[in-house]
């Protein structure tokens, strides 16, 4: 099975309520999809958010990236020669993670059909399934309580709260949070670095001194203060999950080395795909540092193939696989079935999916 070309095109899908964070808002998933055809009747499909804000990637660079730089080193080469085509994939251009991540999960894909095996037991995984968590949009007071009563009466048994915009403000909305679901449900905070070190230390504390017992805290403060980083995960007892400052396997061995996290936020986005993103969970591995796999906004193609790395690995413990789940509709056939804060994987090869609109003949960008 040889890669004969990448054909290029664009998803939007309407999410079900704008996504807002403290670093953006945002109304739709409008991602970049790839086919990657090969000389048989095989497809593999890829999907890549152009997250600006956190990546770097926007749809121009993702675009440009696959067409002019990883499409003309990758095609032509055989799919069973995995280690080959990510070596050329990685050297034929530098960051751009997402365009990376886009055509890596397309060649996993491609790899398992030729097994014909579904991807997480090609990647060594037995559960067939993953319990995800839903983002709870940062808000008012009263929207946010609304939200997770909303995602709590879905089935969802974890939120991950979206704060990070009002220091202290934001001890109230998890206050009123906690008494609005009750003791049963788990709380993630994610501040997407809104703090310093000092107020977050002093706003993790007052979570702690209210026994909201909070199941951790993601990126309380800026991506490259691993010395502030390092100063809240020693001041604080609650986990500290690296989110925006671990791209890479080289930042996963300094976060945790300096010991400036206690749990690493995988998302295939950051590490260019599957192929590093699995160097970091065997960094995981040795140093016995608990993952969560997480999305940018991603529909379910890019979705699905976190899954099936989260099924794959023990080490990687949470999930954070909610865009399926914030979206309107589902465009694609096939592929995990994603029910609430369940996960279901299916025994079809590779990542499944078997049809996404737009592509297979109809490329509009490439
Ligand atoms: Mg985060």
Not at 136 to 147: L, N, Q
Not at 149 to 161: D, E, H, I, W
Not at 275 to 304: D, N, Q, R, T
């Amino acid at each position: 099975m040889k890669i004969t070309s990448i054909e290029i095109g664009e998803i939007f899908v309407p999410l079900v309520t704008p996504f807002k964070t403290a670093l953006r808002t945002v109304e739709n998933v409008e991602d970049i999809v790839i086919c990657i055809h090969t000389d048989t009747e095989a497809v593999g499909y890829g999907e890549a958010p152009p997250t600006a804000v956190i990546t770097g990637d926007t749809k121009g660079s993702i675009v440009t990236a696959i067409r002019d730089f990883i499409a003309p080193a990758i095609i032509g080469m055989e799919i069973t020669d995995l280690d080959g085509i990510m070596n050329r994939m990685h050297h034929a251009i530098l960051k751009n993670t997402s365009a990376k991540a886009c055509v890596d999960m397309a060649v996993y894909d491609l790899y398992a059909q030729n097994l014909g095996m579904p991807l997480y037991k090609v990647l060594g995984g037995a559960s067939d399934r993953v319990e995800t968590d839903l983002t709870i949009s940062v808000d008012s007071i009263d929207k946010m309580v609304a939200d997770s009563l909303a995602a709590v009466s879905q089935g969802y048994r974890v939120l991950k709260v979206k704060v990070g915009k009002e220091g202290m403000a934001d001890v109230e909305r998890i206050r009123a949070i906690r008494e609005a679901v009750g003791p049963d449900v788990a709380i993630r905070v994610d501040a997407n670095q809104g703090w310093n070190p000092k107020e977050a230390v002093r706003i993790i504390r007052r979570l702690e001194d209210l026994s909201l017992n909070i199941d951790l805290v993601e990126q309380p403060v800026g991506a490259h203060d691993l010395a502030g980083m390092q100063y809240v995960t020693q001041n604080t007892y609650t986990p500290i999950l690296a989110d925006e400052s671990v791209f890479c396997a080289e930042d996963a061995i300094r976060i945790i080395q300096m010991g400036a996290a206690d749990l690493i936020n995988i998302k295939l986005m950051k590490t260019g795909g599957i192929y590093e993103a699995l160097k970091i969970a065997g960094i995981a591995e040795i140093y016995g540092v608990e993952c969560m796999m997480g999305c940018m906004l991603e529909s379910k193609i890019a979705v699905s193939a976190a899954a099936h790395l989260t099924a794959a690995k023990s080490i990687i413990t949470r999930a954070d696989l909610d865009g399926p789940g914030l979206c309107r509709i589902d465009p694609y056939t096939g592929g995990p079935r994603f029910e609430a804060n369940m996960i279901h994987m299916t025994d079809a090869p590779g990542l499944g999916i078997t049809k996404v609109p737009g592509l297979n003949g109809e490329a509009r960008l490439s």
